[in-house]
Structure formats: structure tokens, C-alpha cells
């Protein structure tokens, strides 16, 4: 993520009340050993228990049947979350091979070409799904779908404060840029019939540095890393925001230009996390691009900063997932991280690819446009099929920072 003036190119709560209730009374008890005799009042026990257990089983079901009924409280979308399998929900349903058939796109979203569908809102990516389709795109990607600062005469610029939707305030899904969760699921259903696939961007590193303007369920002091462990810049006292690039433990646990930095080592940090992703999988998303994925530390990089973070948040049933992993940071596994994306993905993963671009750029800048000057991809370590090549980004453009030929 980058902002104007920055250095780098760059569940909702779930009614976990109800689901507890309904996992807990209707789950099956293992079966048990049945002793050979029983008396007559421990068989009436017997038929109490089974009696008030068959009641409870009917009433956790009225409850989530009623949470589904008034909407939002989350009950219907995680279950539908924990049996949606992006992969086999679009390669392996007929109608959808049919249509990505049709269109000539590819089998597997890390060949593919993606639409980055920057500023675009939902119903703007499905009023043109059938055009992005005989373009050829395999996927479109999104913007950030979280909820964010709302900022009404701002953060709709191209040019100009751009980066709210790269500073949520909570895990609601919908924002006044990007639009509502039923917008997001009218798009993804139309792609799907036009055998396209929907990657959404994700902000899982941090939130807004406006702590008023955080969902209060989520406005605690232990959801964030603690910005007195960090140096601070001087115009910003406290702030615990400078940071050492060289230094790995101040790039992940300390607070990006004063945005408030997850605490990652928070097993219920994590756990609401991948509630957020799994709600979006249920809504059809595919994919997520982790925006700043670079800022959050694989499980075991750090001896005194170990979390499951990554391991937790990348179960969420989608296909394709791929980080924001510049290339070339002192101190960065580049490779661990991409390992990382494709492992927890069915169907591939990734890194961004910056230093092709750069290439590109650099070949284009000089006239020399020979195969020979760009026919080595930079991988870092990386298998080619992990690499999300790009050549120029938003920033380059939003930022007014392009220089040179325009690609």
C-alpha cells in the first residue's frame, strides 16, 4: 500500500452466540458403549435426556433459522463459508466451465490475466462482466470491500485521497466507494456466469489511525500491537511509527505512516479475521490480494513475536490468494512467502512481481525493447507460476509520481 509522501510503492462479528449454541446442540455425540442391562428408572433417564437433547437440536435450529431470517448477524454466512470451496464451486460446476469455455478464459487463475478494476465500484464491474469476459480476463480484481472511514467529499478521487479504502475501520463488508455485500454478491454471481472469477483486495495488516473510527467490537487495546514498543517519527510523538526496513521485527510489529498495526500474535485477532474472509468466499469471492502482506510476519520469523496469524486467515476456501511482497527488502524471505500464499490456496498463490516491471519500465525507458532484455524474470526464488507480474500500478498514476513512457 502506498500513501502520498510514504516510501513504498505500495466479521463482521459473527453472531458467534448463536453459532456457539447451534454447534454446540446439534453437533452428534460420539457414539458410546451401551451396557448390556439398564434399570427401569436409569432407561427413563435414558428418554428424558433424549427427549430434552431432541428439543434443544430443534430449538438451536429455529435460532439460526431466525438469525438467517432478519439478515446480517453473520449465523447463515459462515456456515455457507465452511462449505464453500472457490475452486470446485467454478471449475468444477458445468455451467461455469461452460461459459469460461465460451470465452476461451483459463483453467487456473494463476495463468490467467487479471483485471485490476481500479476505482471501479461493484455494479460497475457487473453492469460490464460480459465485456471483461470477451476481453479475455480470467479475473477482476476489486478494490478493498471492508468498511472504511466515511469521508464523503474525499476517497472517491483518483488522484486524491485514494488510499481510505486502504484503511478500514472494521470487517463489516460494503463501503461508500466500492458499494454494499449485496452488490458484492450480485457481481461475483454474474462473473461466475460468464465463467470469470472475482480476486478482492484484503487490508489484514492494519486499520484507520482514527481510533474513534473503528467498529466498536473491535476497538480494543489488545487488537493492536502496542505503538510504545516502537520508535516514533518526530512530528508524530508516541506514534510508533518509524520504521527500519532493514529491521524485520519493526517492519511487522510496529504501526505503517501511524495506521493502527493488528496485533497478528492474537489467536482472536486472526480467528475474527478469517470469519471476514470466509463471509466473502460464501458471497462468491474467489481470491484475496493481501495488500502490505509484507508487514505481517510468517509464524516462526520472529523468536519473540511467533503467531498463527497467516496460518488462520488463509483457510478460507478461496482458490487463488497472493500477497504484496516487494521484491528486494533487506531481510525478507521472499520465496517463504510465496510458498506460503500457494500452500494455503487450492488452486495457486503468490507474490507480487516488482522487480519485472521494473524491467519493463527500464526497456521501454530505453528504446532497447530486444527479448533478450526481458526474457529473465526476476522470481526471487519463486516457482514463474507464483508471480503476479504488473508493469505499472495505481500508485504510479494516483500518486502523480509517473515518470517516462506509459505502458
Request: net charge neutral; aromatic share 10%.
Amino acid at each position: 500500500m502506498k500513501m502520498q509522501g510514504s516510501r513504498e510503492n505500495k466479521v463482521r462479528l459473527s453472531t458467534h452466540t448463536f453459532a456457539g449454541i447451534a454447534n454446540a446442540l446439534t453437533k452428534k455425540e460420539p457414539p458410546h458403549d451401551e451396557p448390556e442391562m439398564m434399570t427401569r428408572v436409569e432407561r427413563r433417564r435414558a428418554e428424558r435426556k433424549a427427549r430434552a437433547t431432541k428439543a434443544w437440536k430443534k430449538a438451536a435450529a429455529g435460532a439460526v433459522a431466525v438469525a438467517t431470517l432478519f439478515g446480517g448477524m453473520g449465523v447463515a454466512s459462515t456456515a455457507l463459508a465452511a462449505d464453500r470451496d472457490s475452486y470446485q464451486d467454478t471449475v468444477g460446476n458445468a455451467t461455469f466451465e461452460a461459459a469460461r469455455q465460451k470465452y476461451g478464459l483459463t483453467k487456473h487463475m494463476r495463468n490467467g490475466a487479471i483485471l485490476h478494476a481500479w476505482m471501479w465500484s461493484f455494479k460497475n464491474i457487473t453492469a460490464n462482466m460480459e465485456d471483461i469476459a470477451k476481453a479475455g480476463y480470467t479475473s477482476v480484481q476489486t478494490e478493498p470491500m471492508s468498511k472504511i472511514k466515511y469521508v464523503p467529499a474525499n476517497g472517491k478521487k483518483f488522484d486524491e485521497n485514494w488510499y481510505y479504502v486502504y484503511q478500514p475501520s472494521g470487517t463489516s463488508i460494503g463501503n461508500f466507494v466500492v458499494g454494499t455485500e449485496d452488490d458484492l454478491k450480485e457481481m461475483t454471481a454474474t462473473a461466475h456466469k460468464y465463467g470469470v472469477r472475482i480476486i478482492v483486495d484484503v487490508v489484514a495488516n492494519h486499520f484507520t489511525s482514527d481510533w474513534n473510527a473503528i467498529e466498536p467490537d473491535w476497538r480494543k487495546k489488545e487488537y493492536f500491537h502496542n505503538r510504545n514498543n516502537c520508535p516514533s517519527a518526530d512530528q508524530n510523538p508516541g506514534g510508533g511509527d518509524k520504521i527500519d526496513y532493514s529491521n524485520r521485527w519493526q517492519v511487522t510489529q510496529c504501526h505503517l505512516l501511524g495506521l493502527w498495526d493488528l496485533n497478528t500474535q492474537n489467536q482472536e485477532v486472526a480467528d475474527r479475521m478469517q470469519s471476514y474472509l470466509k463471509t466473502a468466499v460464501a458471497d462468491g469471492v474467489d481470491g484475496f490480494r493481501f495488500d502490505a502482506a509484507k508487514h505481517v510476519e510468517l509464524s516462526d520469523e520472529l523468536e519473540n513475536a511467533k503467531s498463527n496469524y497467516w496460518n488462520t486467515i488463509l483457510k478460507n476456501g478461496a482458490q487463488f490468494q497472493y500477497g504484496e511482497v516487494l521484491q528486494g527488502d533487506s531481510g525478507l524471505d521472499y520465496k517463504a512467502y510465496a510458498d506460503m500464499f500457494r500452500d494455503n490456496s487450492s488452486d495457486g498463490g503468490g507474490n507480487t512481481a516488482s522487480a519485472y516491471g521494473g524491467t519493463v519500465r527500464a526497456a521501454i525507458g530505453s528504446g532497447n525493447l530486444s527479448t533478450k532484455m526481458v526474457q529473465n524474470i526476476s522470481t526471487g526464488g519463486a516457482d514463474e507460476d507464483q508471480l503476479v507480474t504488473w508493469v505499472e500500478s495505481r500508485d504510479n498514476y494516483a500518486n502523480k509520481e509517473q515518470t517516462g513512457p506509459t505502458v
